[in-house]
C-alpha cells in the first residue's frame, strides 16, 4: 500500500517558477514509477512527467519539456516537479501517481496511459495568472 499527498501548488503569475512536492508513504516506494498528471477546467487528466526506479530516467509531456523537471530521492520517498517559466495553460490540477513496473526502463506510451496506475493522490492546485 502506497499513499501519496502533493503540496506546493498555489497562485503565480506568467512566467514565474513553483516546485511540487509528493511524500509516499510505504516501503516500497523506489519499486515504482512516479508521475505527475494534471487536469484542468473542462479538459481530461493528462500526463506531464515520470520517473523511474532509480531517478536516472525521466519523461516529459511535449507542453512541459524544457520547462518542468521531474526528480526522486528515494531515501526521503519523495517525487518533486519543478516548474519553471509558468503559462497561464498550465493551470490545473497537479496529481502524483504510482504504478508498479518490472524494470527500470518502460516506454513512455506505458506510463502516459492514465488507467494503469495503481495509486493516485489528492491533488494540489496550481493557478498561473497572466
Known amino acids: 500500500q502506497v499513499q501519496l499527498v502533493e503540496s506546493g501548488g498555489g497562485l503565480v503569475q506568467a512566467g514565474d517558477s513553483l516546485r511540487l512536492s509528493c511524500a509516499a508513504s510505504?516501503?516500497?516506494?523506489?519499486?515504482?514509477?512516479m508521475s505527475w498528471f494534471r487536469r484542468a477546467p473542462g479538459k481530461e487528466r493528462e500526463f506531464v512527467a515520470a520517473v523511474s526506479w532509480s531517478g536516472g530516467l525521466t519523461y516529459y509531456s511535449d507542453s512541459v519539456k524544457g520547462r518542468f523537471t521531474i526528480s526522486r530521492d528515494n531515501a526521503k520517498n519523495m517525487v518533486n516537479l519543478q516548474m519553471t517559466s509558468l503559462k497561464p495553460e498550465d493551470t490545473a490540477v497537479y496529481y502524483c501517481?504510482?504504478?508498479?513496473?518490472?524494470?527500470?526502463?518502460?516506454?513512455?506510451?506505458?506510463?502516459?496511459?492514465?488507467?494503469?496506475?495503481?495509486?493516485w493522490g489528492q491533488g494540489t492546485q496550481v493557478t498561473v495568472s497572466s
Open positions: 501517481a504510482a504504478k508498479a513496473t518490472a524494470r527500470d526502463y518502460v516506454r513512455q506510451e506505458i506510463l502516459e496511459f492514465i488507467h494503469d496506475y495503481d495509486y
Open positions: 510505504g516501503r516500497t516506494f523506489s519499486a515504482y514509477h
